[in-house]
């Protein structure tokens, strides 16, 4: 690990100004023998580390990182270092979806006065780097893409998926309708969902006036989260149509109070299930031979009842709802709407269990880390830049000031290569732990349907682990980073 | 200079590893559930599906380097610095193999803009003369598809060097290719294919009549000759961009997509944090995004979506027309209304904007 015994790696060192980086002066004084490996950045306090700054080196071509702050209950802003232990520890759950060895980046705590203590931190650490080895890069991996070869196989929902008679149907909808009108007078818009430009999409609405509450549209091709449009209507009255999935982003917009409760009202409708759109394109271009000469033929109408949605026209077709709903409604434990100043239809319909971890997210974990690299490589190789998958996420707030874009700090290159793609989506997935309700609409938006949903489900699985927390369901909660507590319950100390 | 030749189905990889001979091909490739371009390697069956991105990047890359730049300190006057460039550029021949006609008149889009306007970008110039476009002209009409409003069409040319139909089935399938330019027929030439007989070429010219029938069909073709200026007449009215602009989401993945889009954003990346080193790059760019106006100041002359959602229609179908006789710089790909994550439909805006000042003329 020293110079003296083989080659140097590349080791980051975040100190503390208070404590660590005294406790290194005093290592220093006192002549320790020390790896020479570690290059150090002096930081105020550990809670200035933004877990992004591990990241960027991490995937920068650093081969460890190491953050030291003082020791719990030391801080010199008394409680910097209690959030940087929430933070640096979902972190480090988070690094291998990356494909990134976690034991490339370690935190721990040294006193100023601790100068043999720094001495035995550092080198243990260093050493552990060093059988590591130096990092492979991103870039390097080979491409890896096992969901190009079909084997993305649709698991059966956990709770039956059913549409009810299409009479029933349409009279909850005029049931929500009346609301609406009702409302509507005092609200600057309703937002809900109206036929797109053909029988296979739905789009969002925007109800100003009594007619345009009779284009309202309810069914399984209503898979916009109009959550996501409320920040924008700040200080005006505006009413919402809401899933149960979607409520959980208003939830978690009034908890972080960015909507106000008295602004927003919330129509809500049970829901039976949304549909994956590549899935139909898919299940309906099955079978046209040649690639499908053109892939967006559209069918001239599609209703659901019962479990599957009737296509008619060119090519009529039973679809299966089960195949090719949405991969959120398959462990949907809300189709209820949690909140709602008007809940219609069966607000009696059962929920699926909770799942331990969402079906896609297997995918992921059944891959080797340099798999996950492989992987993430080959994805976000056709990522566009396009930052739909940002502005479409309701939780994604800064949009026109978002890191990823900003000269200032110059987060990102604009690069247009597979790091800096997906520095974006660690930035995107960082930002939103313990926020993210996965709702799905990021990676829903991405035009070239790239997987990125699986970084937030990996995410908001380590915070359920770490916190026992989950967003979006209770108004009052305060999200797991924003907050800390002296004892940890779930994070162990990490031994250095 | 037009001459016709045909590749059987099972003769088409063959035939495009000898028309490549030399060059990069490009070729749809599915990755994921997306298609996209990707270099092609030798007896490669290729993707004959519409790609999801339009092959736009092979000449106008998502990021190119302009130059790099390198300060050095004089060492005798540390004072004084000099910078170096090194602006070597690399680009290979190339082929483009299966874009529609949507994709390839994109390019003449940006010929005129970066070609033949008051300035040559010898980038794009040095890209477009290394690249042969090889296009497959469509045997389907997609639901988002109104290439017959624009100029464009199932079967156009321009700005394509050879044009592929798809002509039989089953064991009689296979393509009628025509030579378009004088490159096209020199690439189709080395190809050594038997020349298409009159049957094949009517049956060729069948497909495009009944492929532009589907378009008609499904929507009668527009006259969009007037919507230059009506669009200018719309410009201050705010409802109006209000109401189409309502679900917009601003995220540009409308303009990543369109093959008719040029506009770029242009930074210089630092190699260190010394600047001492570093690169000029360009980028993409797209004017839904709030960066595309935001001045030094702070000040941002397009300060909401509806201002960038005007803008995005406007140059399509007003501005752009109005400096290139009548040309409008949308070819009906509908890549923007399939690939929009809230299915803003660029048609609806451009009829609303007509015929609402058509009811209204002077409003
Ligand atoms: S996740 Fe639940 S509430 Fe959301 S669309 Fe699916 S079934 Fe409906
Ligand atoms: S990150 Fe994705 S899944 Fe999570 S809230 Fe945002 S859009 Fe929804
Ligand atoms: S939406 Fe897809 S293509 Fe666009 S930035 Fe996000 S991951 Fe990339
Ligand atoms: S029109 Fe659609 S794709 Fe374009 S910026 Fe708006 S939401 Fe994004
Ligand atoms: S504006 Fe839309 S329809 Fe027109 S060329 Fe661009 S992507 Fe295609």
């Known amino acids: 690990m020293p110079v003296l015994k083989g080659k140097e790696l590349r080791v980051v060192g975040f100190l503390c100004n208070w404590c660590s980086y005294g406790g290194a002066d005093t290592a220093g004084v006192g002549r320790f023998s020390q790896p020479t490996d570690l290059r150090i950045i002096r930081v105020p306090c550990s809670g200035r580390v933004d877990p992004m700054f591990v990241v960027k080196a991490l995937l920068g071509g650093a081969d460890g990182v190491l953050v030291s702050g003082c020791h719990p209950r030391d801080c010199h802003y008394s409680q910097g270092n209690f959030y940087a232990r929430r933070r640096l520890e979902t972190l480090k759950t988070f690094l291998p979806a990356l494909g990134i060895d976690p034991d490339r980046f370690q935190y721990t705590w040294v006193s100023a006065s601790e100068g043999q203590r720094w001495k035995n931190v550092v080198s243990t650490f260093v050493e552990k780097v060093h059988q590591l080895g130096h990092a492979p890069r991103i870039e390097e991996a080979a491409p890896y893409l096992p969901l ?53 999409h739905a789009t969002p609405l925007f109800m100003r006036k009594p007619e345009d509450v009779d284009k309202l549209t309810w069914g399984p091709l209503n898979v916009h989260n109009l959550a996501t449009y409320l920040p924008q209507f700040k200080n005006r009255k505006v009413g919402v149509v809401v899933k149960g999935c979607d409520s959980r982003s208003v939830i978690e917009l009034l908890q972080e109070k960015l909507v106000e409760p008295d602004n927003v009202r919330v129509f809500g409708m049970a829901c039976e299930g949304v549909v994956d759109m590549a899935r139909v394109q898919k299940t309906l271009d099955a079978g046209n031979a040649d690639g499908a000469m053109c892939a967006d033929v559209a069918p001239a109408a599609v209703a659901a009842e019962g479990d599957g949605l009737t296509v008619e026209g060119e090519a009529p077709a039973r679809l299966k709802l089960a195949d090719v ?53 080959a994805q976000m190789d056709r990522c566009l830049r396009c930052y739909a998958c940002r502005n479409a996420c309701p939780m994604c707030v800064c949009r026109d000031h978002c890191i990823a874009e900003s000269r200032d700090p110059h987060w990102t290159t604009q690069e247009g290569n597979v790091r800096e793609k997906l520095q974006f989506q660690v930035i995107h997935a960082l930002h939103l732990a313990g926020r993210c309700t996965e709702c799905g609409e990021c990676q829903r938006a991405c035009p070239v349907n790239i997987p990125v949903l699986s970084l937030k489900q990996w995410m908001n699985r380590s915070v359920r682990t770490l916190f026992d927390y989950r967003a979006g369901v209770d108004v009052n909660a305060v999200p797991p980073l924003l907050a800390f507590a002296v004892e940890e319950k779930n994070i162990k100390e990490h031994g250095l | 200079m037009s001459f016709a030749r045909y590749i059987a189905r099972g003769e088409l990889a063959r035939a495009l590893d000898d028309m490549a001979r030399g060059r990069v091909t490009y070729a749809p490739r599915r990755e994921g559930d997306a298609v996209v371009f990707r270099p092609r390697a030798e007896g490669e069956e290729p993707l004959l599906a519409r790609a999801t991105v339009p092959p736009k990047g092979v000449i106008f890359p998502q990021s190119e380097r302009l130059f790099a730049f390198i300060r050095e300190k004089d060492p005798n006057d540390p004072g004084h610095t000099t910078v170096r460039l090194d602006s070597t550029v690399d680009i290979e021949p190339a082929l483009i193999f299966g874009g529609r006609p949507c994709d390839a008149r994109g390019f003449h889009i940006f010929d005129r803009v970066y070609l033949n306007g008051p300035h040559r970008d010898p980038y794009y110039a040095a890209r477009r003369e290394a690249t042969v476009v090889v296009t497959l002209a469509c045997n389907k009409a997609g639901s988002t598809c109104f290439c017959h409003w624009t100029g464009c069409g199932p079967a156009d040319t321009t700005g394509s060097d050879i044009l592929l139909t798809p002509v039989g089935e089953g064991a009689d399938a296979g393509f009628v290719a025509v030579a378009v330019t004088e490159r096209g027929g020199a690439v189709l030439e080395a190809a050594n294919l038997p020349e298409a007989d009159a049957a094949r070429s009517d049956a060729a010219q069948a497909v495009h009549a009944a492929t532009q029938a589907a378009l008609d069909a499904q929507s009668p073709a527009r006259d969009l000759s007037a919507t230059p200026a009506r669009l200018l007449e719309r410009f201050s009215d705010s409802d109006f961009w209000r109401d189409m602009s309502d679900k917009c989401l601003s995220c540009g993945a409308c303009t990543y997509l369109c093959p008719t889009c040029y506009c770029f954003n242009i930074t210089d990346e630092n190699d260190g944090g010394d600047g001492m080193r570093g690169r000029r790059l360009r980028s993409w760019d797209n004017c839904m995004s709030s960066l595309f106006t935001r001045e030094a100041s702070g000040h941002n002359p397009r300060m909401g979506k509806a201002l960038r959602l005007r803008n995005r229609v406007g140059h399509k179908f007003s501005y752009y027309p109005q400096l290139h006789e009548g040309v409008v710089s949308c070819n009906g790909c509908g890549r923007c209304i399939t690939g929009c994550p809230v299915s803003v439909d660029i048609r609806e805006m451009v009829v609303r904007a007509t015929e609402a000042n058509e009811e209204t003329p002077n409003a």
Do not use: H
């Not at chain 1, 809300?334 to 319909?349: H, I, K, R």
């Open chain 1, 325 to 377: 709903v949405a991969e959120k409604c398959r462990t949907c434990d809300t189709p209820v709407p949690l909140l709602g100043d008007v809940v219609e239809g069966n607000a009696s319909a059962p929920a699926g269990p909770a799942p331990d971890a969402p079906p896609s997210l297997e995918v992921l974990d059944a891959m080797t880390p340099e798999q996950r690299r492989g992987f993430w490589r």
């Open chain 1, 148 to 200: 190009a070869a079909g084997g993305d196989s649709p698991r059966a929902p956990l709770r039956p998926l059913a549409y009810p008679a299409a009479g029933t149907l349409a009279a909850s909808l005029e049931q929500l309708r009346e609301k609406i009108r009702a409302a509507l007078p005092e609200l600057d818009c309703v937002i809900g969902w109206q036929q797109g430009f053909d029988a296979l």
